[in-house]
C-alpha cells in the first residue's frame, strides 16, 4: 500500500515568512491532493496535481508536483495568522478511477506567530 | 450549492451502545467515502460507496462496523457495541463520477461526526 510522508511533522513560523512543507511517496502519485484542517473542524480542499512538473497557485499558496510524480511542495508566501492549522496531502494509490479512494499522510501542524 | 453534509457533528454513546452517522453528498456526487482520525493520528480510509453498492471496504473493521449508501437517502455508517476505541472523528467525503487517468475529481469532505464513547 502507498505511505506518504510529510514533513516537517510541525513547523512554527513568524508571521510574514514564508514557508515550505512536503509530501513524499515512495511509490507514483496519482493525483495528490492538499487540504487544510482546523482543529476540530472539517478538511478543506487546497489543490489537486496530477501532471508530473505540474504547479498550481491559490492567493498565497502554490503547489508544485515533481517530474518523478513522487513527492509534492507546498509553499506559502508571507505566511498570516490564517494559515495555521494541519496541511494533509493525500494521493489515489492507483492510476484508474476504479479504486480512488485517498491515502493521507500524517499531516503537518503549522503555527504562525503574530 | 450545499457541501458535504454530516450529522450529528456530536455523538455521545455509552459502551454497548450503536451509534449511526449519516453522511449527505454534495448535489451531483455519486460517490462517498468514510474516513476515521483518532487522535494523533492520520486520516485513515474505511470504505468506499457508490449508490446501492460497496466498492472498497478494505479498512474497515471486520466486526461492529457497516456502511450502506442506498438509492435514496444519505450514507449510513454504523457501529453496534460501541467501545472506547471507536471514540474518534469521522469524516465523510464525496466526489463525481471518477473519470479515467489523467482526469481525476476533486474529493470534498465534509466537517465530521465527533464520536465520544463514555
Known amino acids: 500500500s502507498q505511505e506518504l510522508e510529510q514533513s516537517p511533522q510541525s513547523l512554527i513560523v513568524q508571521e510574514g515568512k514564508n514557508l515550505t512543507i512536503n509530501c513524499t511517496s515512495s511509490?507514483?502519485?496519482?493525483?495528490l491532493y492538499w487540504y487544510k484542517q482546523k482543529y476540530g473542524e472539517g478538511l478543506i480542499f487546497l489543490m489537486m496535481?496530477?501532471?508530473?512538473?505540474e504547479e498550481k497557485s491559490h492567493e498565497k499558496i502554490t503547489a508544485k508536483l515533481d517530474e518523478k510524480k513522487q513527492q509534492s511542495s507546498l509553499h506559502i508566501t508571507a505566511s498570516q495568522p490564517s494559515h495555521a492549522g494541519i496541511y494533509l496531502c493525500?494521493?489515489?494509490?492507483?492510476?484508474?478511477?476504479?479504486?480512488?479512494?485517498?491515502?493521507f499522510g500524517k499531516g503537518i501542524t503549522l503555527s504562525v506567530r503574530p | 450549492n450545499a457541501g458535504v453534509m454530516q450529522n450529528p457533528r456530536h455523538l455521545v454513546r455509552r459502551r454497548g451502545q450503536e451509534a449511526r452517522l449519516r453522511c449527505s453528498p454534495m448535489?451531483?456526487?455519486?460517490?462517498v467515502y468514510w474516513y476515521r482520525q483518532l487522535p494523533e493520528e492520520g486520516l485513515k480510509f474505511m470504505v468506499y460507496?457508490?449508490?446501492?453498492?460497496?466498492?472498497?471496504e478494505s479498512g474497515m473493521p471486520k466486526e461492529r462496523f457497516s456502511a450502506e449508501f442506498p438509492k435514496e437517502g444519505p450514507s449510513i455508517l454504523r457501529i453496534q457495541q460501541v467501545v472506547r476505541g471507536d471514540s474518534a472523528a469521522y469524516f465523510c467525503?464525496?466526489?463525481?463520477?471518477?473519470?479515467?487517468?489523467?482526469?481525476?475529481?476533486?474529493?470534498?469532505f465534509g466537517e465530521g461526526s465527533w464520536l465520544t464513547v463514555v
Open positions: 467525503a464525496s466526489s463525481p463520477t471518477p473519470g479515467p487517468l489523467g482526469s481525476g475529481n476533486t474529493i470534498y
Open positions: 511509490k507514483t502519485l496519482y493525483g
Open positions: 496535481l496530477q501532471k508530473g512538473g
Open positions: 493525500g494521493a489515489r494509490s492507483t492510476a484508474t478511477g476504479a479504486n480512488s479512494k485517498l491515502t
Open positions: 448535489k451531483g456526487h455519486s460517490h
Open positions: 460507496l457508490q449508490k446501492e453498492n460497496i466498492i472498497d
